[in-house]
């Protein structure tokens, strides 16, 4: 699944109390009230699910229409995996510096900022008329979901105080992420088997615009919660440090590519210097990311596994509809809708986990996780090109998809352990990020590895490539994976 994916950890923003919101007269400000009238209380989660189901759908729905994209404008599969890696390379890059935003500006104004420039990427993809400029459309709506998804996971925070309406709403917000990556899975291939690829791009316009209105209308301002001036040197040495790692490993996917990619990882290594640097010795500015905040294990471990986690998943998921369409000839709608049981069997895992989770701890859940995930992976290993779909893919399917279920809440949880509240909202920005890392690495990474085994070309992948990075993904998350989980405490 490209990107993301349901259940994944969004909020860079640390939580913090209830803000005062200016009336609309001008007036003293005051608090939101979710415990009012129907509409009062529930419009402004319906607004913000929205938001964040604009991402995860958005990721989703544009699963089943790369094959025609590819087609369209005659590109490899390797340069296709741009449409999703440069996203993630965007979203990455990005987040942190969107949680600062939701931290230093008004959050309803920061969220319609994010969501306009999604609604502007889709725009331009729309109308793009060679495949580059899908990918830069692709990287704006990258960009306008790094700074939605904090606002949005701070204005959840805001709203809704502590206490049975906060559980709630978090429950609905996380379930309207997984139900959106479903829905989106669907829609996309019925819209590019109806009207074309290009339509999906113009729904997500669509729908990104009318959140923007209905957040003006039933959202409150709200009011800036940090104050100082943010080190935008460290900052931007920060971003550079994570795009230069992301464009590295594309790099050294392709043929020849060594030379070029030793000294791009070499320049992410200077980036993550300098801003390392800045941060043990900068006294005033603010920082993005306390690099003390790494020296946790909890918080190292989740990043690790989370990286190896989405470099798997998102591969995977972004070769599988390639599979589907080119070598067993489906159609981009019966392939959207042969990938959904993977988002039926997360959700149904991810409400399971949380029941286990004070029981078991995170650690067990995590384990066990990745194990099947990695097994549900290398099934698609013995699918061949008349295997019936009710064998090696649709066992695989929903094999993954419990692991991921079990696997993304135990991910979250880890992340934030032994670490103090106020530092929680940085804490999961750290685990969101080396997901998208592993998000934008994965797809060009396996693509490569499969166009591999048929050489060089702009042909459909071979069945044997295919297997090939299945097995790769799959082996990665169990040789990063499970010895980094192991090294956890019990509790």
Same mark, same amino acid.
């Given at each position: 699944?490209?990107?993301?994916?349901?259940?994944?950890?969004?909020?860079?923003?640390?939580?913090?109390?209830?803000?005062?919101?200016?009336?609309?007269?001008?007036?003293?400000?005051?608090?939101?009230?979710?415990?009012?009238?129907?509409?009062?209380?529930?419009?402004?989660?319906?607004?913000?699910?929205?938001?964040?189901?604009?991402?995860?759908?958005?990721?989703?729905?544009?699963?089943?229409?790369?094959?025609?994209?590819?087609?369209?404008?005659?590109?490899?599969?390797?340069?296709?995996?741009?449409?999703?890696?440069?996203?993630?390379?965007?979203?990455?890059?990005?987040?942190? #510096?969107?949680?600062?935003? %939701?931290?230093?500006?008004?959050?309803?104004?920061?969220?319609?900022?994010?969501?306009?420039?999604?609604?502007?990427?889709?725009?331009? %993809?729309?109308?793009?008329?060679?495949?580059?400029?899908?990918?830069?459309?692709?990287?704006?709506?990258?960009?306008?979901?790094?700074?939605?998804?904090?606002?949005?996971?701070?204005?959840?925070?805001?709203?809704?105080?502590?206490?049975?309406?906060?559980?709630?709403?978090?429950?609905?917000?996380?379930?309207?992420?997984?139900? #959106?990556?479903?829905?989106?899975?669907?829609?996309?291939?019925?819209?590019?088997?109806?009207?074309?690829?290009?339509?999906?791009?113009?729904?997500?316009?669509?729908?990104?615009?009318?959140?923007?209105?209905? %957040?003006?209308?039933?959202?409150?301002?709200?009011?800036?919660?940090?104050?100082?001036?943010?080190?935008?040197?460290?900052?931007? %040495?920060?971003?550079?440090?994570?795009?230069?790692?992301?464009?590295?490993?594309?790099?050294?996917?392709?043929?020849?590519?060594?030379?070029?990619?030793?000294?791009?990882?070499?320049?992410?290594?200077?980036?993550?210097?300098?801003?390392?640097?800045?941060?043990?010795?900068?006294?005033?500015?603010?920082?993005?990311?306390?690099?003390?905040?790494?020296?946790?294990?909890?918080?190292?471990?989740?990043?690790?596994?989370?990286?190896?986690?989405?470099?798997?998943?998102?591969?995977?998921?972004?070769?599988?509809?390639?599979?589907?369409?080119?070598?067993?000839?489906?159609?981009?709608?019966?392939?959207?809708?042969?990938?959904?049981?993977?988002?039926?069997?997360?959700?149904?895992?991810?409400?399971? #986990?949380?029941?286990?989770?004070?029981?078991?701890?995170?650690?067990?859940?995590?384990?066990?996780?990745?194990?099947?995930?990695?097994?549900?992976?290398?099934?698609? #290993?013995?699918?061949?090109?008349?295997?019936?779909?009710?064998?090696?893919?649709?066992?695989?399917?929903?094999?993954?998809?419990?692991?991921?279920?079990?696997?993304?809440?135990?991910?979250?949880?880890?992340?934030?352990?032994?670490?103090?509240?106020?530092?929680?909202?940085?804490?999961?920005?750290?685990?969101?990020?080396?997901?998208?890392?592993?998000?934008?690495?994965?797809?060009?990474?396996?693509?490569?590895?499969?166009?591999?085994?048929?050489?060089?070309?702009?042909?459909?992948?071979?069945?044997?490539?295919?297997?090939?990075?299945?097995?790769?993904?799959?082996?990665?998350?169990?040789?990063?994976?499970?010895?980094?989980?192991?090294?956890?405490?019990?509790?």
């Amino acid at each position: 699944m490209p990107a993301r994916h349901p259940g994944e950890p969004t909020s860079p923003a640390p939580l913090s109390p209830a803000p005062l919101s200016p009336s609309a007269s001008g007036g003293p400000a005051v608090r939101a009230r979710p415990g009012g009238p129907g509409p009062v209380r529930y419009a402004p989660l319906v607004v913000l699910s929205a938001a964040a189901g604009l991402d995860a759908g958005g990721v989703a729905v544009l699963n089943s229409a790369l094959p025609s994209i590819g087609a369209r404008f005659g590109t490899s599969a390797q340069n296709l995996s741009w449409a999703v890696t440069g996203y993630a390379l965007a979203f990455a890059g990005l987040l942190l #510096c969107g949680g600062a935003m %939701a931290d230093r500006l008004r959050r309803r104004r920061v969220l319609a900022g994010g969501l306009v420039t999604l609604a502007a990427g889709a725009v331009l %993809a729309f109308a793009a008329p060679v495949f580059w400029v899908v990918v830069v459309g692709r990287v704006l709506q990258g960009a306008g979901a790094a700074v939605t998804m904090p606002a949005a996971t701070a204005l959840l925070m805001s709203v809704y105080p502590d206490g049975p309406m906060r559980s709630r709403a978090l429950g609905v917000f996380s379930s309207a992420q997984a139900g #959106c990556y479903g829905a989106g899975l669907v829609l996309g291939g019925v819209i590019t088997s109806a009207a074309g690829w290009r339509w999906v791009f113009a729904l997500q316009a669509l729908v990104a615009v009318g959140t923007v209105a209905a %957040a003006v209308r039933w959202l409150p301002a709200g009011v800036p919660h940090r104050r100082g001036a943010l080190d935008l040197p460290g900052a931007g %040495a920060l971003v550079a440090a994570i795009t230069l790692v992301i464009l590295g490993a594309d790099v050294a996917a392709r043929p020849g590519g060594g030379p070029l990619a030793a000294v791009t990882l070499l320049a992410a290594v200077a980036a993550g210097g300098l801003w390392w640097y800045r941060g043990r010795t900068r006294a005033g500015d603010a920082v993005l990311l306390d690099g003390d905040l790494l020296r946790t294990r909890g918080v190292r471990t989740a990043a690790v596994v989370a990286a190896a986690f989405y470099f798997c998943v998102t591969g995977s998921l972004f070769l599988l509809p390639l599979y589907l369409q080119q070598v067993r000839g489906m159609s981009p709608a019966s392939s959207g809708l042969a990938v959904l049981p993977v988002s039926l069997a997360v959700a149904g895992a991810a409400l399971l #986990c949380g029941r286990l989770m004070k029981s078991r701890g995170p650690r067990p859940l995590l384990l066990t996780g990745l194990l099947l995930t990695a097994g549900g992976v290398l099934l698609w #290993c013995a699918a061949g090109e008349d295997s019936p779909y009710a064998g090696p893919v649709l066992a695989g399917l929903v094999v993954t998809g419990i692991g991921q279920g079990l696997a993304f809440p135990a991910m979250t949880v880890t992340g934030l352990r032994n670490v103090p509240d106020r530092a929680h909202g940085t804490a999961s920005a750290v685990t969101a990020t080396a997901l998208q890392i592993g998000s934008g690495i994965g797809p060009t990474v396996l693509a490569g590895t499969a166009q591999a085994v048929g050489g060089p070309g702009l042909g459909d992948l071979p069945l044997s490539g295919h297997h090939l990075a299945y097995a790769a993904a799959a082996g990665l998350l169990l040789l990063v994976g499970l010895p980094a989980t192991a090294r956890l405490t019990k509790r």
